[in-house]
């Protein structure tokens, strides 16, 4: 008799902007049988269930449907987008207290369910609504994942790719640290082909600060982004696709997440952007990348910063 897989089941909490997207990108991409949809908004999420599901005659069946607390109880991986956006002139820490308040009110029926699974955050500031989610939850630091700094990274591998005319996936880069503000580029490794970034610019007369550019032009793409249309979605909808990707088909796929620190970079007790190896257990492996001194301190910053901020607000 054929063996029937059990359907990998994904709760996601939270149909704005980057909710609804990173769900079209999941039927887009065949990703998951199983996707549960739940909000506050629960008409609005009722017709973006049906919605979706139109697309699903054209890319993967898939059931799709307006969900409540007890049905997170068998998911595999729950994703949290819900929370505030950013305003213009907010920086991603400026949503911390409003933001703790809205993941409280998701993580406590989460866990009364009985769910056993991943949890995926992506509502800002991640790193900190990912220690949050840790803690709130009880669960091992193996199942509490942030999304970190992949968009980041993406943007540099996007930068780069342009001005070296190549495509962005084979650029090897990270951006490291905060989703945020304090967030750096790890110059000291960024490469394409083995070569590296710095060196590419060398080469091509272009002297150290075009390096501070690319560093700026990436830091501040959101700023710009939410300045002109509102708010970013399509960028972040489609990397946590790939992240929930990853863990669901067991990939063991390095991505750079916001994962607990565990003596890395001599860090402890916070989540914070670096590669990480996941899988269908969640967190399988936490790469410490390498850093040169100047980098390192930029870790050690970034890590400050948050903490600041945590300190106060779990006050
Ligand atoms: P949005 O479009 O306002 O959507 C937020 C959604 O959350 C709305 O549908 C709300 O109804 C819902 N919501 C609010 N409170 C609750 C609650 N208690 N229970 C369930 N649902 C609730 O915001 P958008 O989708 O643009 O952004 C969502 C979050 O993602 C924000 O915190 C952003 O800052 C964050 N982003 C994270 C990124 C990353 O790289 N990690 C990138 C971009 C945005």
Redesign the pocket.
């Known amino acids: 008799m054929a063996r029937v897989e059990k359907p990998r089941k994904v709760i996601l909490?939270?149909?704005?902007?980057?909710?609804s997207t990173f769900a079209f990108s999941m039927v887009q991409q065949g990703i998951a049988e199983e996707l549960g949809i739940?909000?506050?908004?629960k008409e609005?999420v009722q017709g973006d269930a049906i919605d979706l599901a139109d697309a699903t005659p054209w890319t993967y069946p898939k059931n799709i449907y307006a969900a409540d607390y007890p049905d997170c109880k068998d998911a595999d991986l729950i994703v949290i987008?819900?929370?505030?956006?950013?305003k213009p002139g907010e920086t991603?820490l400026d949503?911390v207290n409003k933001?703790l308040k809205?993941l409280s009110?998701?993580v406590e029926p989460i866990v009364e369910s009985g769910f056993d699974g991943i949890f995926l955050v992506?509502?800002?500031p991640?790193d900190i609504l990912t220690h949050a989610t840790w803690k709130m939850s009880g669960f091992p630091k193996d199942r509490v994942i942030g999304?970190g700094t992949?968009?980041d990274t993406g943007r540099l591998q996007k930068v780069i790719g342009k001005m070296e005319h190549v495509d962005p996936r084979s650029v090897n880069a990270y951006m490291l640290g905060e989703?945020g503000d304090t967030e750096f580029p790890v110059w000291s490794y960024n490469n394409v082909g083995g070569v590296k970034v710095s060196d590419w610019i060398k080469a091509h007369g272009m002297d150290e600060s075009k390096l501070e550019d690319i560093h700026k032009e990436v830091a501040d793409m959101?700023y710009d982004i939410i300045n002109k249309k509102g708010?970013?979605?399509y960028g972040?909808g489609t990397a946590s696709a790939m992240i929930a990707k990853a863990i669901l088909n067991d990939e063991h796929r390095v991505l750079p997440l916001s994962v607990a620190m565990d003596g890395q970079y001599g860090l402890h007790d916070l989540h914070i952007g670096t590669p990480a190896v996941v899988g269908r257990k969640g967190l399988e492996q936490i790469i410490e990348m390498p850093l040169s001194d100047d980098e390192q301190a930029k870790m050690e910053a970034s890590a400050k910063q948050l903490k600041e901020v945590m300190d106060k607000a779990f006050k």
Do not use: E
């Not at 909490?13 to 909710?19: F, M």
């Not at 987008?81 to 950013?86: R, W």
């Open positions: 909490v939270g149909d704005g902007a980057v909710g739940i909000d506050i908004a609005h987008t819900a929370g505030a956006p950013q991603r949503l933001n809205i009110s998701i992506v509502a800002n991640v999304s992949s968009l989703h959101a708010a970013t979605f972040i």
